[in-house]
């Protein structure tokens, strides 16, 4: 990954396939990272929340946060990585876009060039153009907040990271919190129910078998 991180040019290119269930574990970049995939669903989960990325979207992580990609299914990962100075253009905040036909194929034509590509060349443009595509791309609203609290914070990466279904009286006890006290402190910190947020999840998780 030194490559990447350290290259010179504005944008650098990385590919990578995971199994079913893998995870990158928790990391940052000191670049920007635009992450894409062509098959499988990645579940980036921050401090602040949890992007769903299916096939045919892109996820923009700023650089220097923190934070982890889960698999669901096997997953055809390519990253571009933009310099800092670069990335200054780009949102402070994670974002997921629906990616545009010029950007998918941007990327793809960047990484068949070599890695030090021509900055006044094609290569130069092409980065120019990936950047550029990701200024203009609207939210595709694939988000769930995270709560603060590391009691629900556990309950929310189960629910996300496995799936798992459970009663509000059964992740009260996981909690070791009452149900009343789970309920209230969940709303005022997501905005929403645990349920509306499990079914919202769910409802997340089934676009990498939609896609």
Not at 13 to 37: F, K
Not at 87 to 102: E, G, N, Q, R, Y
Not at 182 to 200: Q, Y
Request: charged share 20%; glycine share 10%; proline share 3%.
């Amino acid at each position: 990954m030194d490559d990447f991180e350290q290259g010179t040019r504005l944008v650098t290119i990385h590919a990578q396939l995971y199994a079913d269930g893998e995870s990158t574990g928790w990391h940052h970049h000191a670049r920007g990272q635009i992450l894409t995939a062509s098959q499988g669903l990645m579940v980036a989960t921050t401090e602040r929340g949890a992007w769903y990325v299916p096939r045919g979207h892109a996820l923009w992580i700023p650089p220097g946060l923190d934070h982890d990609i889960g698999m669901r299914g096997a997953v055809a990962m390519r990253s571009a990585y933009v310099e800092p100075a670069a990335a200054a253009v780009l949102p402070t905040h994670c974002k997921v876009i629906i990616t545009s036909v010029l950007l998918a194929a941007a990327i793809e034509a960047l990484a068949g060039e070599l890695a030090d590509y021509d900055e006044k060349g094609r290569g130069g443009h092409l980065a120019a153009l990936i950047v550029d595509e990701m200024t203009r791309a609207d939210d595709a609203e694939l988000a769930l907040p995270m709560p603060r609290d590391a009691r629900l914070v556990r309950l929310c990466n189960a629910i996300v990271t496995k799936g798992e279904r459970r009663g509000l009286d059964d992740w009260a006890h996981i909690a070791g919190m009452s149900r009343r006290s789970l309920t209230r402190h969940f709303r005022a910190e997501t905005g929403l129910s645990l349920l509306a947020w499990r079914n919202r999840a769910a409802e997340l998780a089934s676009l990498g078998t939609s896609s």
